[in-house]
């Protein structure tokens, strides 16, 4: 078993307010979960309206298939055009 864990700072360029980043980072949020089943949540930059920072837990078979989601859900965010992904950290676990 193998724990992958994903750290996504996001750049948010079109916000202008607290209130318009939670509805957009509750869609990225929204949209990752009912695609790939990964655990996810913001957990960084709350108080600033143009950064977030996300956190992704994803468990699988092997090193490749972890990576493999992790990078997909990166690709995914960027696709999505309401966020760039300023870093990108993957972390592989093996309990």
Not at 1 to 28: D, T, W, Y
Not at 44 to 56: E, F, K, P, S, Y
Not at 81 to 86: D, G, H, M, Q, Y
Request: hydrophobic fraction near 40%; proline fraction near 2%.
């Amino acid at each position: 078993m193998i724990i992958g864990v994903a750290r996504l700072e996001l750049f948010l360029p079109e916000c202008r307010s607290l209130k318009e980043k939670r509805q957009i980072i509750k869609s990225i949020i929204d949209r990752i979960g009912s695609k790939y089943s990964v655990s996810i949540a913001e957990i960084d930059n709350h108080g600033l309206w143009q950064r977030a920072t996300l956190g992704i837990a994803c468990v699988s078979l092997s090193d490749y298939q972890a990576q493999r989601i992790l990078s997909d859900i990166e690709r995914y965010v960027e696709n999505l055009n309401k966020a760039t992904v300023l870093n990108h950290e993957v972390t592989l676990l093996s309990p």
